[in-house]
């Protein structure tokens, strides 16, 4: 039952942040993949060969994602300050 909610909660909220066009449609993509163990345990607890399949297919898409939006193209240092989302300080302090 744990799992099932599990799967609810996570896979509706990475559908619903990456169906936005807001600046934080993106955090929908780490969500996805988060959900993904919850589909793969559920799959082969059930014997649902097909789930199990798409889940390893949605598993690269969410890992695509995030490439996409947290890494490509990006320094270190913008990719660090993303992932950084909640800090307000300024944590790259530029030497001088």
Do not use: H
Not at 6 to 13: C, D, E, M, P, T
């Amino acid at each position: 039952m744990i799992i099932q909610i599990f799967l609810f909660i996570l896979s509706v909220s990475a559908m619903f942040l990456i169906s936005r066009t807001e600046s934080w449609k993106k955090w929908g993509y780490p969500i996805g993949l988060a959900s993904q163990p919850f589909w793969i345990i559920s799959s082969v607890q059930n014997e649902t060969w097909g789930i199990l399949a798409l889940s390893c297919c949605y598993t690269i898409t969410w890992i695509m994602g995030i490439y996409n939006y947290f890494i490509k193209g990006k320094s270190k240092k913008e990719i660090w300050s993303d992932l950084l989302f909640w800090n307000d300080k300024m944590i790259w302090k530029e030497k001088k």
